[in-house]
C-alpha cells in the first residue's frame, strides 16, 4: 500500500486533507518531526496563514532539510495546498523570510484597488495545456479559494500551469516534475476537488 505523508507544522487544521486521502486505499500519515519521513511515497504539504509564520513553524521542527531532500533528492511527489503551494517559491511580500526556493517567483498581495482582498469563493480554474490532475475534470473547472496573496505567471516558470483570473491573471496551481502544487483548497472544492486529489495519488 502507497503512502502519503501529511506535513503537519501548525499552520492550519489538516483534518480534512486527511479524511480526503483516506478514500482512495493508501496510508496517510501525519510528518510533524523529522523521524517520520521514512517510507513515505509522496507528500502533502496544506496550510493557512502567513509566509513567514509557515517558514518558521517549518524550521522550528526541523522539517525543511528532509523535505528538500525527499523532494529534490529522492524526487518523491509534493502536493502544496494554499499557503503549503505559496512556500515553494523564493520569497513573498508578506515577509522577509525565504521561503522554500523549489520554483522561481515571488508571492505578492492582490492589489485592493482591483477589487476586495481576500478572494473568497468560487472561481474557475484554466489548464494551459493537457495536466494530470484534471484527468477527468473539466478544463475550465471552479475550485474553492481563500487566500490575500499569489504568484503572478512568468517564463521562468516551467510545468503544466493552472491560471485563474481574480484581480487580474495569476497562477493557481502547477505541475512542474514532481512538483504539484494549488492555491485553492481541492479538500473543500466538493467532487472535482476530491478527483484532483485522486489524480495525484493514482500517479504514485
Not at 510533524?32 to 509566509?51: E, H, Q, W
Not at 509564520?53 to 521542527?61: I, N, Q
Not at 484597488?113 to 484534471?134: A, I, M, T, Y
Request: with cysteine; glycine share 10%.
Amino acid at each position: 500500500m502507497k503512502s502519503v505523508g501529511i506535513i503537519n507544522y501548525g499552520c492550519g487544521n489538516i483534518k480534512s486533507v486527511f479524511n480526503a486521502l483516506e478514500l482512495f486505499n493508501i496510508e496517510v500519515r501525519e510528518i510533524s518531526t523529522s523521524r517520520n519521513f521514512k517510507n513515505i511515497d509522496a507528500l502533502v504539504l496544506p496550510g493557512v496563514g502567513a509566509f513567514d509564520e509557515g517558514m518558521s513553524a517549518l524550521k522550528e521542527r526541523d522539517l525543511i532539510g528532509h523535505m528538500n531532500h525527499s523532494v529534490q533528492v529522492e524526487k518523491i511527489p509534493v502536493l502544496g495546498i494554499c499557503l503549503g503551494f505559496q512556500l515553494f517559491f523564493e520569497s513573498s511580500s508578506e515577509g522577509v523570510l525565504a521561503g522554500l526556493g523549489w520554483l522561481p517567483g515571488k508571492v505578492t498581495k492582490f492589489d485592493e484597488s482591483l477589487g476586495k482582498v481576500p478572494h473568497v469563493g468560487w472561481n474557475q480554474v484554466v489548464v494551459d495545456e493537457e495536466n494530470p490532475l484534471f484527468k477527468g475534470i473539466d478544463e475550465t473547472q471552479d475550485f474553492y479559494f481563500v487566500h490575500s496573496y499569489r504568484v503572478l505567471d512568468n517564463a521562468e516558470i516551467k510545468g503544466n500551469k493552472m491560471l485563474t483570473n481574480y484581480n487580474g491573471n495569476y497562477l493557481s496551481g502547477i505541475v512542474h516534475a514532481n512538483m504539484y502544487g494549488v492555491q485553492f483548497h481541492p479538500e473543500k472544492s466538493q467532487a472535482p476537488g476530491l478527483k484532483l486529489l485522486e489524480n495525484f495519488v493514482r500517479r504514485l
